[in-house]
């Protein structure tokens, strides 16, 4: 919108309306209204707090403004070009003087259409439903600014409503920084309201300068924006429109806010109304983006105060997106870009921090957050403009940490489901490594415990041999021999009662004596004749054999009885993982079963010395070292820790070059102080 800078629709009281007369089309006679001369209805100095329904109110051509003064205006008005017209813009009516009327500032042919009482000479600007034109009041005899809207197939009833609340809302405003409106009507089906021409430029404009003069100038004009919209938050006004092509600039620098309570229904981004969404995105808070009413009120508009001041600042809008919807979803979930950085890159301008500061409380995502007012917003702009301490603070740790999610949300996205990945696969490669690692040792105990169990069968099988061939006493040598294997810790045969075996001479004698007894032997020769040989070389050679050694010092087995017991039962061989001086074995108990061709020396089931079913004569009990498998198992668990250990840092290295790649801003932003 344009402006002359003019009364801002109250009329000259201390310099007389010039009306010219003329005869024969020579002006003759300059007539000068008196100083206090106030005319009645539309032309009223009072019309600018007038209820604008009350708009098209016209007098009768010749009618008396003096309001029973007896002041008569001419009723004629002429413009430049000759052509004469009446106050209401019908043709004169024959019979009426004409030598007598005002003059106006332009030709009839500049004329584009006449709405009401007013003449439109131009076109200023358009926006969603509503244009707006160069007007001239042809009874006020001033340029004025028509905003109209012609109703059509997709206008609804609520954008009229709205499209005249906008009249009122203004009208009911008197604000240095605010456009006043000053008449409103209806002429045919086109609806208009009438405000104060502001000659100069936009707020837009100014943003386009980007040089340090115009930030200076435009961070006054936002403070007594500011001031402007804390009158209309007083009166319970909320503007949601807050942007810079609605902020207007008088040649003085002066800033003049306009369009209260907009309505658009234009798909374009400069104004948008979308699935019930008013305002620009551009500048619209969260809470309007999310088409939340009941969470919408004055910190609204001080969010559009901070992302106009965020554009002065950095030369472009906050958030910008391929369309509505992206940039409505930035709004509500992205942060914006330090301003510092950003005005540092696009205009070569440094900010001050406190600037920084103060837009970015001001463009909080929750309302609670920001400014408590628009007052307070303009508070701490004048501070910073006379260099005191401002009273924003910067963000703490955790806010700030929501804010780089919020800046960096896809990113974080994006590296969120990196990260997943990496670490599933992380996960899934340790366990199979873990796995890998627990096969691979219990392989190796495996196989090391089936060595020891095939040991312990070829001693027992041994042992056997030799005691079915009558020579006990090379059983006896053999297990002494074994004792000095170094591969085997110990070596011990156990007897039933758990004592230990060739450690004593009691079973040499417990035999001795049965087969000493010739009822025996003439049994055995009865019922076993083959096995007549290996006794009788029992008698002559085993027995002499033997030597009276014994070992009293010899501790019995130590093995939990109820386990023993059991292996005496189920006669089934059993390992147990264990240590002897400090040293992992493997101790390996293999029952030696006491057979019918055992029992023809030591006696039958019942008979014996070997418990009390005879059934097992000892168990042979071997130790097997498992320090050189022990050993491999660590080997093998260092290098699968190396190969984990790689790997995790093959994950920090990509996740790292990601972040790079990325452009992840992991430093924080500093907000200095004063």
Known sequence: MASNGDDGG???????QTVRGSSGGVPFVEVNLPPGYRGSG?????ATMINPMLAGLAMADGGTLGGGRGSTLPPMRRYRDGRLTTATGAPPTPGVLTDSFLELPYASTDVLMRVGPYDVIGQIGQG?????YKAYSIRLGRMCALKAMKPGEDVSAIEIVRFQNEAMLAARLSHPNIVPVFDAGEAGDIFYFVMEYVEGSSFSDLIERGDDESLAVGLRALAKVADALQLAHDHGIVHRDVKPDNILLTAEGEPRITDFGIASSSTDLAEVKH???VGTPYYMPPEQANN???????LSDVYSLGATMYHLLTGRVPFEGRNVMSVLLAVTRSEPESPTALAASRLKRRLSPDLETICL?????????RYPSARAFADDLRAHLEDRPISARPIGASERFQKLLRRNRAVFAGAVILLSVLMLMTVAFGTVLVFNIHQTSESLRDLDRGAALNQAFTLERAIRVNMLQGRADLARQLVSKLREDPNLNKLLVVRTDQTIAYTDLSTKRAVEKRLGDDKVFDWIKATHPELVPSVEEVRSKAFRNIMDNEHPDELGFDYDLTLWLKLLKEKEPVTVQTEVNGEPVLMVLKPIENSEKCQVCHGEVGEGVYGDDNAIRAVLVVYRSQREVESRIRENQLATAGVGLGTTGLFVALLLLFARLFGIGFRPRQFGLK
Do not use: Q
């Open 275 to 277: 699935h019930g969404i």
């Open 42 to 46: 539309a032309e009223d100095a009072g």
């Open 361 to 369: 409380k001001a463009m909080e995502k929750e309302a609670g957050c």
């Open 292 to 298: 939340e009413p009941g969470a919408m009120g004055p």
């Open 128 to 132: 969603g439903m509503g244009v707006v």
């Open 10 to 16: 109250k009329p000259d009281d201390d310099n007389a």
